[in-house]
């Protein structure tokens, strides 16, 4: 079992759908939850960041984590053509090894005019 | 202020041959780490610098090697080039290693 499993998609929504992109784990020591936006043959671009669970809301962008259920989401509102990306969820350990990212295999976007 | 740069942008290399990818962190940043992102794969870990010590390693073979200066720029080193080095190299800069790391557009690199 991979330590982060994310549907790869493709998922294809139209212009201002509300999209839910999501993410499980394996690892209980994830303390540090990430979500990236990728456009193609560029670098990730760091869109959310939350320690441990709870809410985090920045502009359209709303990330969960739920570390009962070892599950975190990210829900994008009013969606725009240029959020057609690949959204990647990263995660780290609190403590020794929290050196490392450890990401999902990234779920590729389209939002449609 | 300037992000993450990363060069070359991109590179063509011969199996068996040696490749030096050089990254700058963002200005006050001390780690800098590296991943190798393949074609429909999320990026995978192979380094972590702070303050020039590494801190961690990723299962990768010894064939890749890296190391940070005194100004916290990297470079990563991979000798005898397989096929299988082709990817896109990522370099990321956090201001201690455990808090945001930040990307750049990374080194996409062919391997023939």
């Known amino acids: 079992q991979k330590e982060v499993e994310q549907d790869p998609g493709p998922l294809s929504v139209p212009e201002g759908a509300i999209v839910s992109l999501n993410c499980t784990y394996s690892n209980s020591a994830f303390q540090y939850f990430m979500w990236y936006r990728q456009y193609s043959r560029k670098g990730p671009e760091l869109l959310m960041y939350?320690?441990?669970?709870g809410n985090k809301e920045d502009g359209r962008f709303t990330a969960q984590v739920d570390k009962s259920s070892k599950y975190i989401s990210l829900f994008i509102r009013d969606s725009q053509p240029s959020d057609s990306a690949t959204y990647l969820c990263a995660m780290s350990n609190s403590g020794g090894s929290n050196y490392k990212l450890t990401f999902g295999k990234g779920t590729l976007l389209t939002v449609n005019p | 202020d300037a992000g993450v740069t990363q060069s070359p942008t991109h590179l063509i290399k011969t199996r068996g041959q040696h490749v030096t990818l050089r990254c700058s962190p963002i200005s006050g940043h001390k780690s800098v780490s590296w991943y190798q992102q393949v074609l429909g794969q999320g990026p995978q870990f192979i380094f972590q610098y702070y303050e020039k010590e590494e801190r961690g390693r990723g299962n990768f073979p010894d064939r890749f090697s890296a190391r940070q200066f005194p100004n916290y720029s990297s470079e990563l080193n991979v000798n005898a080039l397989l096929l299988g080095d082709s990817a896109l190299y990522l370099c990321?800069?956090?201001?201690?290693?455990?808090?945001?790391?930040?990307f750049g557009q990374g080194t996409r690199l062919t391997v023939v």
């Open positions: 939350t320690y441990s669970s």
């Open positions: 990321a800069s956090s201001l201690t290693g455990i808090t945001e790391a930040f």
